[in-house]
């Protein structure tokens, strides 16, 4: 008896392990290209004044070329459907402006920081996130992105855009085309027929703004929604359909 228990146990374990390898080889069509080189900061310092106003601030060392840091501080508060954004190199202010994303106590915040090279200019730029989580039905699975493109007179071009937060840790910038300019990966939700999909499209900042680039990987592509882990291109909808979901910029994008 003993020994059937223990041929069950070893053969539950066998597809235990089988059943964690084949969905650890799962991928997105986007995985394979090389992603790009970053590096994470989420050590937020809360300065917290009242319920209707809080205050998060994030240094990045060594971010200029003249190794000045950059500090940047998001202001808001439960009372606000907006909040403040500074950008400071060391201690003098260089930008601010209102991003339509709300941070509270209780509820969104700033999640993440990156630092990386995103085209390839061979000067730093940073991309903060903030979860929306509120309670307005799908809008809860999307996040406010925000890049900070740096410019060679050290000045910073902001780009804006609203983003499901879904598998987001799979989505770093990746390099399709091997030019050094990472394509920025966009997901959303898509509506067609009788089925929901995950929409993908690919942008590029050009130095100027963010431009839509499908064309360099046959994109966008749209993975259908099921009940089940899914990673491939849906066979419901032809490609050259998919290319009449192209967006030419990202969902809410805003530039300053």
């Known amino acids: 008896m003993m020994r059937w228990y ?10 235990s392990i089988l059943s964690w390898s084949l969905t650890g080889f799962a991928q997105y069509p986007f995985e394979c290209k090389p992603a790009i080189n970053l590096k994470k900061f989420d050590k937020w310092q809360i300065l917290k004044h009242s319920d209707e106003k809080l205050d998060y ?5 060594d971010f200029f070329p003249n190794h000045d840091p950059i500090k940047v501080k998001i202001i808001g508060g439960s009372g606000r459907d907006s909040c403040d954004v500074q950008i400071y190199k060391k201690n003098t202010l260089i930008k601010s ?4 994303v709300q941070i509270s106590s209780f509820g969104p915040r700033p999640q993440s920081a990156f630092l990386e090279d995103v085209n390839g ?23 406010q992105v925000m890049y900070f493109f740096q410019n060679k007179n050290s000045t910073l071009t902001e ?10 840790e799979n989505r770093p910038e990746r ?10 990966i966009t997901q959303t939700f898509q509506n067609y027929g009788a089925h929901n999909y995950l929409l993908y499209n690919l942008y590029n900042f050009n130095g100027k703004t963010l431009a839509n680039v499908n064309k360099k990987a046959n994109y966008p592509i749209m993975i259908q929604l099921l009940w089940e882990e ?3 291109i849906t066979n419901k909808i032809s490609r050259a359909k998919m290319k009449t979901f192209t967006r030419k910029q990202p969902d809410d994008y805003s530039q300053k």
């Open 97 to 100: 402006f209102i991003e339509p």
């Open 121 to 143: 200019d061979g000067l730093k730029d940073l991309k903060i996130l903030i979860p929306n989580n509120g309670c307005c039905g799908a809008y809860n699975f999307y996040e």
């Open 159 to 168: 780009i804006s855009f609203q983003d499901l937060l879904w598998n987001y």
């Open 230 to 232: 899914n990673y491939k």
């Open 6 to 15: 223990l041929i069950k146990r070893l053969f539950l374990i066998a597809i």
């Open 57 to 61: 601030t994030i240094i990045i060392p």
């Open 175 to 184: 390099d399709f085309d091997g030019d050094g300019n990472f394509e920025i």
